[in-house]
């Protein structure tokens, strides 16, 4: 009796251990959610689309992209934040709501480690200093040779206040000891838009999102970013060798989920876009955009979030930058 009892026993028990593995290859058994910080057209809603594309291929289950726009990405954030740990909805983690928003708001609604769960980045990618064709620059030192005969006065956009884009901004500011204007928008889309059309001068745009308009003639790349050119963009110098020895501002993309993500789904996921990111036409895309080095662990993830807040907080400090409340 007692041997049939511990054979009971340890069949409930292994099917109880089991059971989490069963639901994760059961999952996704209903349509998936990716929130995207920002409007339609910009890097981050490219990059997701593309995922999310493969992932419907793959799972055989609609992946869904929907663009909550608002904050630098900031109110996407606080919105995953809040929903179920049970792989429903994700979020496509930026700079600005994982690395940015922690340094600028000290009343966020959010705690990067405790309320999400990182999955797998995605792509980092150097920022394109861009400019309307019009203004007729050659250099980053045409630039700033304008800044400082129009101080105050020569304008830049950027995603919003305390995106990458500003941020970026404001190291060139104090690199070159230039004052600029900053123009914040609700995303890449529209504040391309308006850098097409003249309303604004200039940019330090992700490559993502820039990169059409640059193939297309209608902006001018002047710089990039990273401290290394970019395959997407080989004839494009970087800001050191334009005399900004050490400029490093890049824009960075990854899949998260909200907090205690059961790990057995992390794991899926992680392993399904470590698949997509290696397909020869999604290398293609992420060449294209500048998005390099995605793949990886959850672990390296989480790590590489972790180095990023260290170095914009203190950027943030040594810029004095403060935003409006």
């Known amino acids: 009796m007692q041997r049939r009892s511990f054979i009971a026993a340890s069949g409930a028990l292994a099917t109880t251990l089991a059971a989490p593995a069963l639901r994760a290859q059961e999952w996704p058994s209903s349509p998936v959610r990716i929130l995207v910080g920002f409007p339609p057209g910009g890097g981050t809603?490219?990059?997701?689309?593309?995922?999310?594309?493969?992932?419907?291929?793959?799972?055989?289950?609609?992946?869904?992209?929907?663009?909550?726009?608002?904050?630098a990405g900031v109110i996407a954030a606080e919105y995953v934040a809040t929903q179920p740990s049970d792989g429903s909805t994700l979020l496509m983690a930026h700079i600005n709501s994982h690395a940015l928003a922690p340094a600028l708001q000290p009343k966020l609604?959010?705690?990067?480690?405790?309320?999400?769960?990182?999955?797998?980045?995605?792509?980092?990618?150097?920022?394109?200093?861009?400019?309307?064709p019009g203004q007729g620059v050659k250099s980053v030192k045409d630039i700033?040779?304008?800044?400082?005969?129009?101080?105050?006065?020569?304008?830049?956009?950027?995603?919003?206040?305390?995106?990458?884009?500003?941020?970026?901004?404001?190291?060139?500011?104090?690199?070159?000891?230039?004052?600029?204007?900053?123009?914040?928008?609700?995303?890449?889309?529209?504040?391309?838009?308006?850098?097409i059309g003249g309303q604004i001068q200039f940019s330090f745009e992700t490559m993502t999102a820039a990169t059409p308009h640059v193939k297309n003639g209608r902006v001018q790349a002047v710089?990039?970013?990273?401290?290394?050119?970019?395959?997407?963009?080989?004839?494009?110098?970087?800001?050191?060798e334009e005399g900004f020895d050490g400029f490093d501002a890049t824009t960075w993309y990854g899949l998260a989920g909200p907090g205690k993500l059961p790990a057995a789904i992390v794991q899926k996921i992680n392993r399904d876009v470590n698949t997509i990111l290696a397909m020869p036409d999604v290398q293609e895309k992420m060449d294209t955009y500048g998005a390099e080095d995605g793949g990886g662990t959850p672990?390296?993830?989480?790590?590489?979030?972790?180095?990023?807040?260290?170095k914009w907080a203190k950027v943030v400090k040594e810029a004095n930058v403060k935003l409006e409340t």
């Open 45 to 71: 809603d490219a990059l997701a689309r593309v995922v999310a594309q493969k992932l419907t291929a793959l799972w055989g289950q609609q992946v869904i992209v929907e663009n909550k726009a608002g904050a």
């Open 109 to 132: 609604r959010y705690n990067t480690e405790r309320d999400f769960t990182p999955i797998v980045l995605v792509g980092v990618t150097p920022n394109l200093l861009i400019a309307n």
């Open 144 to 195: 700033v040779a304008l800044c400082k005969a129009k101080p105050g006065a020569v304008s830049f956009g950027s995603a919003g206040a305390g995106s990458a884009q500003h941020l970026a901004l404001e190291m060139f500011k104090l690199r070159a000891k230039v004052d600029a204007l900053h123009v914040p928008y609700k995303g890449s889309g529209p504040l391309l838009t308006d850098l």
């Open 223 to 240: 710089a990039q970013t990273r401290l290394k050119r970019a395959k997407g963009h080989p004839g494009v110098p970087t800001m050191a």
């Open 299 to 310: 672990e390296k993830f989480a790590q590489f979030i972790r180095s990023e807040q260290d």
